[in-house]
């Protein structure tokens, strides 16, 4: 066993579980009309049941027949279509799934401490999922649509944009979209929207807590180099057969012989050395820091994205690298094996789930002592953008945007603090007075 903190077994990620097939070896369907369509319609079935006698079969069917329908349009058609290999059963998806049934279980229990049914938290947490599920999936298919998301075709593109469960989910999207969805399920039911929110906030925080493990499992959301003690390695191939996330990316940048290589003067411009380690096989190539790389292997270079290509393939083929500088200067840095790991990295995931947890515990402390609704999620909401921004600072996976020298992450969360900031300027004119009352034991 590693010095270091290792993630995965036998070299690999555990990204992808198991395998569940379209159908069992004695020729029984599973998707498609088979057996997770007939569950899924009992399911239903049982939850509509349930509402209608709270709240009548036209509000619940109004209320959850779309759901119904859409989700039984894709056990039947889309998954034997375009899963015909078996449904992948990802360590990210079962663990966002854990923490949203961790977080639907705390807020049924807080909500029927106040007066709020079982059913009603079912109907708005299934909102709040599927808008926070395609919030996060759509926040993370526009930040990456170029690197990662756009294939050779529209079928590919689309299979890329849909596989959430290999990860992808931005959470400042996730926070959109639920609350996009929040408001439109508390405007059909003519719901309290802020003494909701306020009742929710824990579950909302323990559901992340639970999804950053899924990302460490997965590789993504991964921070930076160091050397402190509980720093972590990622196995060289995640589950289906790539790089996994914080490889692929020491691997593309020059991390593995010693340099490091990123953007000198915008995206259309020659890479530049950013580093070059004491002592390693490139500082004794002649490789220095500053270096412009005009060509690697004999091909000539436009763009740090067409040499992190060239660096890889190098490396993969274990060939030595032949970099050409600006300068007309040829450095060789000698073939290398392909370390079986990542360099030693931060584990940002687990700091995330950390803060996470930590934030529920205030959220819940902090419920008894509101004296106005919205006081708890703008708490939230001023603690958390804060919390966000310093672990950016010790995550590599998100690149400055909009020349102001902070990730797209960083910048939402300082709008996000000034919005907070208002929000409490607006909450202390208001009369104090509590829709749902106050409720140790909901706290």
């Known amino acids: 066993m590693e010095s270091r903190a290792s993630i995965g077994y036998n070299d690999r990620m555990c990204s992808e579980l198991l395998r569940i097939p379209i159908t069992t070896a004695g020729g029984v369907p599973i998707f498609g009309v088979g057996v997770a369509l007939l569950l899924w319609l009992a399911f239903s079935a049982w939850g509509l049941v349930s509402m209608a006698k709270v709240v009548g079969w036209p509000a619940a069917l109004k209320a959850h027949l779309p759901t119904i329908l859409i989700v039984a349009a894709a056990i039947a058609l889309f998954i034997p279509r375009y899963f015909a290999d078996g449904v992948p059963v990802r360590g990210y998806g079962v663990m966002v799934l854990t923490g949203s049934v961790a977080g639907i279980a705390l807020a049924v229990y807080r909500g029927q401490k106040v007066g709020i049914s079982a059913e009603e938290i079912m109907g708005l947490a299934i909102a709040l999922f599927i808008g926070g599920v395609i919030g996060a999936r759509l926040f993370y298919v526009i930040e990456y649509w170029d690197n990662g998301i756009r294939k050779a075709d529209w079928l590919s593109t689309l299979k890329a944009a849909l596989s959430f469960t290999e990860g992808g989910l ?126 690697v292997n004999g091909h000539s270079l436009g763009n740090v994205e067409g040499a992190e290509m060239l660096l890889l393939t190098a490396l993969n083929e274990h060939e030595p690298l032949e970099l050409r500088t600006s300068g007309g200067e040829t450095k060789t840095v000698p073939a290398i094996e392909p370390p079986p790991r990542s360099r030693p990295v931060h584990p940002a995931q687990v700091y995330s789930s950390i803060t996470a947890g930590l934030l529920a515990f205030v959220t819940w402390a902090y419920y008894p002592f509101r004296r106005r609704d919205g006081e708890v999620i703008v708490l939230m909401i001023t603690l958390y953008p804060i919390a966000r921004f310093l672990e950016e600072s010790i995550r590599v996976d998100e690149p400055a945007v909009w020349h102001t020298g902070m990730s797209i992450s960083q910048n939402i969360s300082v709008l996000l603090l000034a919005v907070a900031v208002a929000m409490w300027i607006w909450l202390r004119k208001r009369p104090a007075g509590l829709a749902l009352g106050h409720s140790a034991a909901a706290g």
């Not at 691997?251 to 380690?277: C, Q, T, W």
Request: charged share 15%; glycine share 16%.
């Open 170 to 295: 931005v959470i400042y999207g996730a926070f959109i979209g639920a609350m996009i969805g929040f408001a439109f399920y508390l405007s059909r039911r003519k719901l309290p929207a802020l003494a909701l929110a306020d009742l929710i906030v824990p579950s909302m925080l323990v559901g992340l807590a639970f999804g950053r493990i899924g990302c460490l499992l997965n590789g993504c959301c991964y921070g930076g180099e160091t050397t402190v003690p509980w720093a972590v390695t990622f196995p060289r191939e995640s589950g289906h057969g790539s790089f996994s996330p914080p490889y692929g990316e020491q691997a593309a940048i020059g991390r593995f012989y010693g340099f490091a290589i990123g953007s000198s003067d915008g995206k259309e411009s020659l890479p530049v050395v950013k580093r070059v380690d004491a002592g390693s096989i490139a500082e004794n190539a002649g490789l220095k820091a500053g270096d412009l790389i005009a060509a």
